[in-house]
């Protein structure tokens, strides 16, 4: 696991777009906005935004602002 920490210039480009084969990526914004951009469009991101969700359906997990669950609700321990 890496970490970069960056600030941003209005106007500036963190990276080019790119995707990881065998990895997963986050942002932490702690202030301003900036905006992702994905083949299915633009989405702006905000300090505070709670983010995305994702699904890891071989060991029943997922996961989105409201934690860590199995996909029935329960914990995932």
Same mark, same amino acid.
């Not at 951009?37 to 989105?64: H, M, W």
């Given at each position: 696991m890496g970490a970069s920490h960056v600030v941003l210039q209005p106007g500036a480009w963190s990276l080019q777009r790119h995707w990881h084969c065998e990895a997963d990526e986050i942002v932490i914004m702690l202030?301003?906005?900036? *905006?992702? *951009?994905?083949?299915?469009?633009?989405?702006?991101? =905000?300090? #505070?935004?709670? #983010? $995305?969700?994702?699904?890891?359906?071989?060991? $029943?997990?997922?996961?989105?602002?409201?934690?860590?669950? =199995?996909?029935? #609700?329960?914990p995932f321990d």
């Open positions: 202030q301003g906005e900036a *905006v992702l *951009v994905e083949n299915g469009g633009e989405t702006l991101l =905000r300090a #505070g935004d709670k #983010g $995305d969700s994702a699904c890891y359906p071989d060991i $029943d997990l997922q996961f989105g602002p409201w934690g860590f669950t =199995r996909k029935d #609700g329960s």
